[in-house]
C-alpha cells in the first residue's frame, strides 16, 4: 500500500469527525436560547449542559492529542465533574455557543496537520511503555472516542420536543 | 510506512467498533422484557424498537459491505421503514436478543478476515466512477458510520429510568 492509502484511512475518520460535529452545530443553532434552558426528558440534563460538556470533553482533546493546552479548562469542573444543575451555571448560553465554535475550528485546524504517521504516535494518557505493547492506543483512537462520545449525546439531544 | 501500520488503522477502528457494541450487549442484557417494552423517555421508542432497529441497521452492513445476503432482511420494514409501534410488533424480545448476537458475530467473522486493502474497497452504495473521485467512500466508513449509529442510540437508552 502506499502513502496515499495511508491518508484515506486518515480522512476516512476525520470525515465521520466532520459529520458529527456538523450535526451537532446545526442541532444546537437551532435551539433557541430558552430550550437549550430545557431538560432534553423529564429530570434529565438541560441541553445547555450538554452543550457545555461537549465543548469541555472536546477541548481536552488537545492536551490528550499532545498538541497544547486547552482552551477551556474552566470547564471541566462544572461540565465534566459535577452533575448537571449541580453547580451555579458558570457561562451564559451565548459564549458556550460561541466557545464551541472557537474549540472545533483550533481542533479541526490540528487534525488538517497532522501527518498519518502523527495520527498514530500515541496519546498522552498511554505510557511509551504500554503503547509498545499497544498501538492503537493513538491518537486516532481518541478522535474516534470523542466521535462516538458526541454522536451519543446527539442522538439525547434529539429527543428534545420542539 | 508499513504493512504494520495499516493494521494499527483497521485496529484502531474495530477496537471502538467493539467498545460500543460490547457496550450496547450489556445495556441490552442488563434490562428485563418489561424494561424493553417501556419508552426510554415519554413518547419516545421503546428499548425492544431500538435493539430492533440496532439489528436491523447492522445486520444490513453486510450487503452494504459487498459481504453476502443479510440475515434478518425482514425485519427492516419493521424496524427501519416504520416507526415504532407504526406495524405489530414482527418478533418476540427472546428471539430479537437471539438476533443480536448472531448479527455481530457474523459481521466480527467477516471483519477479522477483511484485510487493510480491502476496508479501503468501495462500499455498495456508491458507484465506482464515483469511488476513484472519493475514496474515503470505503468500508471502513460504513463501519465508522455504524458505530456513530450504535452510540447516538446507546445514548437514548441509557436515558431510561430503572
Sequence with gaps: MTDTSQQIFVT????SWDVWTARAGKLFDSLSDEQMQAEIAPGKNRAYYLL??????????IPQLRLGEPSYGHLRGPFIDSADKAVADPI?????RQAWKIVHEKLNVH???LSPAEW???HATVSEEDFAK???????AILMSRTGHLSYHIGQLMLISK
Design 92 to 96: 451564559s448560553i451565548g459564549e458556550l
Design 120 to 122: 498514530l504516535e500515541r
Design 52 to 61: 457545555g460538556h461537549l465543548v469541555a470533553v472536546d477541548d481536552a482533546m
Design 12 to 15: 476516512t475518520a476525520l470525515k
Design 134 to 140: 499497544e498501538p492503537h492506543r493513538n491518537r486516532l
Design 111 to 113: 487534525f488538517e496537520q
